[in-house]
Each structure stands twice: as structure tokens, then as C-alpha cells.
């Protein structure tokens, strides 16, 4: 595909050239010409107001048969014998797009002695689930993953594989989508089914969430996503859910696994579980100064909730990066986020605005966090907290 | 010792903000700088010359002609050598083709002990180029390092970071490692390095030079394609409360009942 410019339509307006988020236009006497810079993610072709930009089809045939994949395969990742909650979450989307596209939810698991994860896994609702059963496999590592899943794919041909975006699925999913010569998409937040072709659309968020772009991987297979966790609805737990097991052979040759783990260890921090929260109180530098958290703690306990924070807070030193929602920290949707003296830089709010239910607390009635709040109250939180605290005991 | 730095230039995201009017990027005046877990990775490298004399470090990028502003930055921080790909051939490529010109690019410069590269960049956030070139290159990887602990004759031993804490592991050499932020703190240049860096020449390949076919690169070799591409909509503003502080109060947790919320 490539981007054309038609002559004959073009008025040489150039809001194309500004419409492009990867400088890739510039104009060339009167007419724009597409540089090698473009991606064609279609920006200009919606601005432009004369039609005179089309996407023509000019790649090069893959050699494969996508015809000969099927199923919505789940990557379920554990660490210690635990599926990660993002597992649950993906099981709950993969159900979803599986029934969109009318095929079966099959999971691949990978460790030792996982007979316990299995069951789990039906209960969470799997079609079909693939396991690998080797020491080799108790602990993550690239390679010994890599290969295991590499040959089930060869040998099953999922159409879609999704990976939770966490440290290991980051680590392994460009190397299984290399290892398959097919694409790979980041960090998913949003993915659908095309109801034309059955395809993957995968939209993911990019120039620090500035931007959404929604991707496709047409002519490859499988359809490749990692996917942020705390993102999508999580599976249903279901005793009596039926599946169908394959065990997968493993093997490794002597010096085939370049990586070993010597140990884990476990950080000490006070561990702030923000992505299984359904309440979340945070706050930000409107607090003023570190002793601001204390009040925050006490809604935040008051309604069952853990503490959340604004970057901005982060960096003043005033609460762990661990508590930290946003870009850079921690994705949220709880079923309340109370945004505590948080203005809402588009970071913090590409973080937490799918929340159920959003309630703003600033001074700054300007403040763009109030554009995303389903409740806002201007005011100083000093006064609005103790206030709620207060509202809270009389209704009990 | 010889380490392959892998660097790209990238927009400040933190710069850029949205047209209100038309809901697009603003650009204009977004300066360009070298990606931040990059010089990181950079630095890793720098700090393994400081204590191995002897050791080269070459940095090695894919960009337009631009992008030499960041390898000169890289120079001026103490690299020994800096190459850039670039080519029209190159362009639109997404993570899987970036990785494979990247690849061609580090096999003409020859052996290596190690490449380093930054955990993700900060205009794509993906974090996939540095394990698909490991693959590429056949190599082992270790991602997400904050630290060497030890370089052992044939292996390394790293911790490699995780959510919740971090493993220590072993990875034999050469192998690939992709650095976070946590790992250093990239030193500043120096006058003498800027000066040198100016000095230095900056090879420039294009897919003639590292030997890769057209259809093998840019947007031709990239299974991934964007489909679309939007400002995200704002969610709907809800409703701004009023009266009395204890008013407010009131009425937020009287609706947050009434909506089953609490």
C-alpha cells in the first residue's frame, strides 16, 4: 500500500503536510509529495477536503496460506506457578473475538507441574489448551518459550495469538513473531474483529498517547498482539467449562538454552496491587506536599480502595513510582477513580480514563481532568475529602 | 572488546501537543533528540570501556539524514564510531523490517561481544526492535537489564528488571541487551567530545551498501500496517457539581448510591 496524490484534485491547500504526525509530507511547488517517512496511517486523508489523496495496493504477495489458520489462541503467562491476572483478561477478550469470528478460544501454558493451571484455564473458559510440562519451563526464558511456542504454532496454526504486554510477554512475542515471519502489534488497548473480513484490527496508543493507531497485520499469520493489562473485561469463572488438552513435546539439545535464571528476587516494595483495585483514590501535586497522602489514604480505606498517584507527585518524591497511574506507570479501570488535585496531563488520563466511573476534585475549575470526570467538584480538597468522609458516615 | 550501540532519534513526546481546532499533532518546533532509554544503553556501554581500555564502542542507527544529530550527540558522549542507514528504500518500515535492515547493517559492521539497545522508544513505545533483531541475529537476549553484574569470559550475568522485583540471569556472550532507565544515569558530553564529534564522519548506508534487497526493507518487508490513525476521543464531560462544599458531598454520594456505584 502507499499513499497517491491526485493531481487533478489537489488545491495545494497543504493542511495535509500539517496533518501528518510523522512529518512525512512536505510540499513540492504546489503539489504535496508523500515521503518515505509515511506509514500510511491515513491522517491526511481525512483531512483533506478535496479527496485528492487515495491508498493504492502495491505490496508484494506473501507466500502464505492464511486460509490454513484458525482459532484465537491466549498466551497464558505464569510466574511461581500463578497465572497473571492479565491471562484472566485476555481470556475474556479472546472469548469475545473467538465467538465474533465463530472459531475456538485455544491456550497455550507453558512451566512445571502445571496441572492445577490447566484446570484454571478451562474454568476461564479455554476450547482447547496446549501445554508444556518441563523443568526447563518452570521459569521464563527466551529461548526455551520461544522454541515451544514457535513449533506449536507451526504445527496449529492459530490466526490470532495474543500476549499480555508485560516484561516477559514484551520479551517474547517479537521473538516468536520473527521466529514466524509475521507481525506483531504493542501494547493493544482496544481490539476488534473487521466484520468484512474477519480480520484483527488491534489499535494501540502511540507518541506517548497523543495518538491511536489502529493496526492490521492482513497478509501474515498469526495475527500477533501483545495486549496492556488492566485493559479488557476478564473471563468468567465457569467449574463446568469443557476443554479439550494437548500436551506439547519438548525438547532441548545441549547448549540450545543460552539463558539461565540464577534467582529471583522479589522487590520490597509495599506492594500496591493497582491494576486488581475497583477503587482507586489518587492524588497529585495539588496535595501540596507529601502529608497530602495521609487524607488520600484515609478516603482510599474509607471506601476499600488502594492509593493512586499523579507522575508529577511521583517525581516531587512524595509517594513510590509504584503507585504511580499513566503512560509511564500503571493502566487502570477501576469501578471509581477519585482524581485528587490531578490537573490530567493526557499521560495521566490515558492511564485511568476507561474507569466505570471518574470523579475530579480540583480548585482549577480549567483543569482538563474534568473533561474525562463523570462527577467533578471544584474546590480545595482539603475541605471536599473530609466533607465526603463525613457525607459517607451518615448514610451508614 | 567491540559493542554495537543501537540508537534511534526520536521526537520529544513530551513537546507535543494537540491542535484544538483540528484535533491533529502539532509538529512544528517538536525538537528531535536522542531516544532516552537509548543513551542509557549508551552509557552501559561507555561505563564497559571506562573499565575495559582497549574496548570499541560503535553506535548504529536507521533514520532520515536528520537522525546524525543524534549520533553526534552519541559522539560527543564518548562513542568511538557512529554509521547511519538511511534511504528512502527504508522508509514506513514497521518493527519486524526495522529489525531486519538493523540486522544487515550490524552484520556489515562485523564481530561484536555485545549489542546494546534501549528498552523502547519514546515515540512508538514498542519495545519490539531490540528482541526481533536479537532473533534476527540469532542471538541471546536478556531485556529489560538495570544492571551487569558480571562480564565472565563467555557470559554475562544481569538482572533483568520485572514487575515485581527482578532475576538475576546468565546469558551466554555475545548476546543482545536491551537497557532501562534505571540501569544509569547517561553521562553529559564533554567539550573536547563535541569537538570530535563534529570532526568525525558519519557513514551513511543505504540498502546497496548493507547488501538488503528492496523488497526485504521499509514499508515493503512489513507484515503490520496502519489501518488508521486518530486523536483519542475525549470521554464525555459529566457533570460539575454545585453548592456548599458539604452540598457537594452530599449530592456525590447520594448519585454514587443511586447508580449502585457505592
Redesign the interface.
Known amino acids: 500500500?502507499?499513499i497517491r496524490v491526485i493531481k487533478e484534485k489537489c488545491r495545494g491547500c497543504a493542511l495535509c503536510v500539517?496533518?501528518?504526525?510523522f512529518?512525512?509530507i512536505h510540499m513540492s511547488g504546489k503539489l504535496p509529495e508523500i515521503?518515505?517517512?509515511?506509514?500510511?496511517?491515513?491522517?491526511c486523508l481525512?483531512?483533506c477536503a478535496f479527496g485528492a489523496l487515495e491508498k493504492v495496493d502495491d505490496?508484494?504477495k506473501?507466500d502464505i496460506d492464511i486460509s490454513e489458520y484458525h482459532d484465537v489462541w491466549v498466551f497464558a503467562e505464569q510466574?511461581e506457578n500463578e497465572l497473571m491476572p492479565v491471562v484472566i483478561e485476555l481470556m475474556g477478550e479472546g472469548r469475545r473475538l473467538a465467538d465474533k469470528i465463530g472459531c475456538r478460544l485455544g491456550v497455550i501454558v507453558c512451566g512445571e507441574n502445571i496441572d492445577r493451571l490447566t484446570y484454571e484455564l478451562s474454568c476461564y473458559g479455554a476450547d482447547v489448551i496446549y501445554y508444556a510440562d518441563a523443568p526447563e519451563l518452570k521459569?521464563y526464558?527466551?529461548?526455551a518459550y520461544?522454541k515451544v511456542i514457535y513449533e506449536a504454532v507451526l504445527r496449529y496454526k492459530p490466526e490470532i495469538l495474543l500476549l499480555g504486554a508485560?516484561?516477559?510477554g514484551?520479551?517474547l512475542?517479537?521473538?516468536i513473531?520473527?521466529?514466524c515471519?509475521?507481525?506483531?502489534?504493542?501494547?493493544c488497548t482496544k481490539l476488534e474483529i473487521n466484520p468484512e473480513d474477519k480480520k484483527l484490527?488491534q489499535t494501540r496508543?502511540?507518541?506517548?498517547?497523543?495518538?491511536?493507531?489502529?493496526?492490521?497485520?492482513?497478509?501474515?499469520r498469526p495475527q500477533m498482539a501483545t495486549v496492556r493489562p488492566g485493559i479488557m473485561e476478564k473471563a468468567k469463572y465457569d467449574r463446568d467449562h469443557e476443554c479439550t488438552e494437548i500436551p506439547l513435546e519438548v525438547s532441548f539439545e545441549d547448549g540450545e538454552l543460552?539463558?539461565?535464571?540464577?534467582?529471583?528476587?522479589?522487590?520490597l516494595r509495599e506492594?500496591v496491587s493497582l491494576t486488581d483495585a475497583d477503587v482507586i483514590v489518587s492524588g497529585g501535586l495539588g496535595l501540596g506536599g507529601p502529608e497530602g497522602f495521609d487524607l488520600i489514604r484515609k478516603l482510599a480505606s474509607r471506601?476499600g480502595g488502594v492509593v493512586g498517584s499523579s507522575r508529577a507527585a511521583v517525581d516531587a518524591g512524595w509517594i513510590p513510582h509504584s503507585h504511580q497511574v499513566g503512560q509511564t506507570g500503571t493502566t487502570v479501570r477501576p469501578?471509581?477513580y477519585i482524581a485528587c488535585g490531578i490537573s490530567g496531563a493526557?499521560q495521566h488520563l490515558?492511564g485511568m480514563?476507561e474507569s466505570?466511573?471518574?470523579?475530579a476534585i480540583n480548585k482549577n475549575?480549567n483543569a482538563p481532568i474534568?473533561?474525562?470526570?463523570?462527577?467533578?467538584?471544584?474546590?480545595?480538597l482539603y475541605?471536599?475529602i473530609p466533607?465526603?468522609l463525613?457525607?459517607?458516615d451518615?448514610?451508614e | 572488546m567491540r559493542i554495537i550501540v543501537c540508537v534511534k532519534q526520536v521526537p520529544d513526546t513530551n513537546e507535543i501537543k494537540i491542535d484544538p481546532l483540528t484535533g491533529t499533532l502539532m509538529r512544528d518546533g517538536v525538537p528531535s533528540i536522542l531516544n532516552p532509554d537509548d543513551a542509557n544503553a549508551l552509557e552501559a556501554a561507555l561505563r564497559i570501556k571506562d573499565e575495559y581500555p582497549g574496548t570499541t564502542v560503535d553506535v548504529l542507527s536507521m533514520g532520515p539524514a536528520q537522525a546524525c544529530y543524534a549520533l553526534r550527540e552519541c559522539l560527543a558522549m564518548g562513542a568511538d564510531n557512529a554509521y547511519l542507514l538511511s534511504s528512502r528504500a527504508f522508509g514506513g518500515a514497521d518493527t519486524c523490517s526495522t529489525s531486519t535492515t538493523l540486522a544487515y547493517g550490524v552484520r556489515k559492521l562485523g564481530d561484536f561481544d555485545f549489542i546494546f539497545t534501549g528498552r523502547q522508544a519514546i515515540d512508538g513505545d514498542t519495545a519490539q526492535v531490540g528482541p526481533q533483531l536479537a532473533q534476527r541475529l540469532g542471538l541471546p537476549i536478556a531485556t529489560y537489564v538495570q544492571n551487569i553484574r558480571e562480564v565472565k569470559e563467555k557470559t554475562v550475568i544481569v538482572e533483568r528488571q520485572l514487575e515485581d522485583g527482578y532475576q538475576i540471569l546468565e546469558v551466554n556472550r555475545p548476546c543482545l541487551l536491551t537497557a532501562v532507565k534505571e540501569w544509569n544515569e547517561p553521562r553529559y558530553m564533554t567539550v573536547i567530545g563535541i569537538e570530535n564529534a563534529y570532526r568525525k564522519e558519519i557513514p551513511v548506508w543505504d540498502e546497496k551498501d548493507i547488501g538488503i534487497d528492496v523488497q526485504d526493507c521499509g514499508l515493503n518487508a512489513s507484515p503490520t500496517k496502519v489501518f488508521r490513525s486518530f486523536t483519542p476521543p475525549p470521554k464525555g464531560k459529566g457533570e460539575i457539581l454545585s453548592g456548599t462544599v458539604s452540598e457537594m458531598a452530599q449530592s456525590l454520594v447520594a448519585k454514587l448510591m443511586e447508580k449502585h456505584i457505592l
Open positions: 500500500m502507499s500539517r496533518s501528518c504526525p512529518e512525512a515521503g518515505a517517512a509515511c506509514t500510511e496511517c491515513g491522517s481525512e483531512v505490496s508484494r506473501s510466574r521459569t526464558t527466551t529461548d520461544t508485560t516484561h516477559i514484551r520479551d512475542g517479537p521473538s513473531a520473527v521466529k515471519g509475521t507481525g506483531l502489534t504493542a501494547d484490527m496508543p502511540a507518541f506517548g498517547g497523543n495518538l491511536m493507531a489502529t493496526i492490521v497485520c492482513e497478509k501474515h543460552r539463558e539461565r535464571v540464577i534467582k529471583m528476587v522479589k522487590s506492594k471506601l469501578n471509581i493526557i490515558a480514563q466505570k466511573c471518574i470523579i475549575e474534568f473533561e474525562v470526570a463523570d462527577y467533578g467538584i471544584v474546590g480545595d475541605k471536599v466533607a465526603i463525613n457525607a459517607l451518615g448514610v
